[in-house]
């Protein structure tokens, strides 16, 4: 079945340098990629999102990257802070209600 | 409005209880989700309604009963629950199914 890997799982970083997280999915069908930022006790957040017909997407610090052909996309964060740490899930959608969900990603950044 | 606001924040119940979970949205979207996160996890899908009508039920044990009474509200009603039903419960909604997911805050369940 439909299926996206993220690593890694937990990431360390120290405040000002970049931390990167990447994702894999299998279906084909998938065309929408967003990135979502979810603090302790709270809600999910999207961060920034991705359409299969483009290949780069910045907003400030954060940029997202997606290559169809070898079906990958990241997400990069540049001059990371304290309030960056939380965990970050990435999502492959098709265009159906159905978003498949990684296994997120711990990001810690340290002072 | 932006917003997707869900009650209550937390709510403790035991096994024989009854209770629900409420789940609002007026920025007009049509399709309306129900989601379970265990900690460190993802969310995991468990009902989307779309125009009101219940599209998707991911196998979703009948203790868990959804209601959507209309197009901006969605129910989760919770019946002989068990302790590991314990969990945060999400409701999101998004324009269609082609849509952002605009997620509440979150239901923390726990079940003694």
């Known amino acids: 079945g439909e299926n996206v890997e993220q690593h890694p799982s937990t990431l360390s970083v120290q405040e000002g340098d970049s931390a990167v997280i990447k994702c894999t999915y299998s279906d084909s069908a998938s065309n929408y990629f967003p990135w979502y930022k979810q603090e302790l006790g709270k809600r999910p957040q999207l961060i920034i999102d991705?359409?299969?017909?483009?290949g780069e997407k910045k907003d400030q610090r954060i940029a997202v990257t997606l290559n169809k052909t070898a079906k990958h996309f990241s997400l990069h964060i540049t001059e990371t802070q304290p309030e960056d740490s939380a965990v970050y899930f990435c999502?492959?959608?098709?265009?159906?209600?159905?978003?498949?969900f990684g296994t997120g990603t711990r990001l810690k950044v340290l002072a | 409005d932006t917003e997707v606001t869900q009650t209550p924040k937390h709510l403790v119940m035991g096994m024989t209880n009854k209770k629900s979970l409420k789940c609002e949205q007026h920025?007009?979207?049509?399709?309306m989700y129900w989601y379970k996160q265990k900690a460190k996890k993802p969310p995991e899908l468990m009902f989307v309604y779309s125009y009101e009508k219940l599209s998707i039920n991911e196998s979703v044990p009948s203790r868990f009963s959804p209601e959507c009474p209309n197009s901006s509200l969605l129910n989760l009603h919770l019946h002989a629950l068990q302790p590991e039903d314990s969990a945060l419960y999400l409701c999101?909604?998004?324009?269609?199914?082609?849509?952002?997911?605009?997620f509440g805050e979150g239901s923390r369940l726990t079940v003694l």
């Open positions: 991705i359409r299969s017909n483009v």
């Open positions: 999502a492959g959608h098709s265009g159906t209600y159905k978003y498949i």
């Open positions: 999101a909604s998004s324009q269609d199914q082609r849509g952002e997911l605009f």
């Open positions: 920025m007009g979207h049509r399709a």
